[in-house]
């Protein structure tokens, strides 16, 4: 399985801050590559698909990068219903893997 | 809007099987090409892709789960299934059933359903 890891596993922010956050592949999967975001007792919300390609309805703050191995998703200017878990999902090899997540958390 | 609805039994005891149903409402499962996945999150851990049922009635099942795990659809009740045999306490978790238009990306979650496995 291509396993992916995600850091930090916890990101302390002030609202109106930058949220950097990052998903490693441990094979390359091009761009084939998802995020979601997961508020608590929700079930997780397609962010963004193919590395870079914001869903419907995503607000612009949301935004993805990267290739092959190493990726990340970018919350500009984070707002206070954004603190949540973040996962990534890779669908370039089978079977479909998440990362462990990134805790979003007010500091 | 598409609407999908987990239900089954909150318990299960270790050995037997474990029987869950998605309703799926504002869409019609035998309509179009698209993937219906069941995914399941231990509680406070990630998650887990265990198999799917495209339109056609196709599956295909996560290699650890292939020997115990059937996923059906009845298309007369827009509806799909998952049964999983010889549930042990590794097999708690909150279920979601999901829908996809492309291939592994899961765009449409149920709420989840918790699953406990215990005597």
């Known amino acids: 399985e291509n396993v992916l890891t995600q850091f930090p596993a916890t990101l302390s922010l002030s609202p109106g801050e930058r949220a950097t956050l990052s998903c490693r592949a441990s094979q390359s999967v091009n761009t084939y590559l998802v995020w979601y975001q997961q508020k608590s007792g929700q079930a997780p919300r397609l962010l963004i698909s193919d590395a870079s390609k914001r869903a419907t309805g995503i607000p612009a703050r949301f935004s993805g990068s990267g290739s092959g191995t190493d990726f990340t998703l970018t919350i500009s200017n984070i707002e206070p219903e954004d603190f949540a878990v973040y996962y990534c999902?890779?669908?370039?090899?089978?079977?479909?893997?998440f990362g462990g997540g990134t805790k979003v958390e007010i500091k | 809007q598409v609407h999908l609805q987990e239900s089954g039994p909150g318990l299960v005891k270790p050995s037997q099987t474990l029987s869950l149903t998605c309703a799926v409402s504002?869409?019609?499962?035998?309509?179009?090409?698209?993937?219906w996945s069941w995914i399941r999150q231990p509680a406070g851990k990630g998650l887990e892709w265990i198999g799917r049922i495209h339109t056609s009635g196709s599956t295909i099942y996560k290699p650890s789960l292939e020997s115990r795990l059937t996923i059906s659809m009845d298309k007369s009740k827009n509806q799909f299934s998952l049964t999983l045999t010889s549930v042990t306490a590794t097999d708690t978790a909150l279920y979601y059933c999901?829908?996809?238009?492309?291939?592994?990306?899961?765009?449409?979650w149920g709420q989840g359903i918790l699953v406990t496995v215990s005597s």
């Open positions: 504002g869409d019609s499962i035998k309509a179009g090409s698209f993937y």
């Open positions: 999901v829908k996809g238009s492309v291939s592994y990306d899961f765009e449409i």
């Open positions: 999902q890779q669908r370039r090899n089978w079977p479909p893997t």
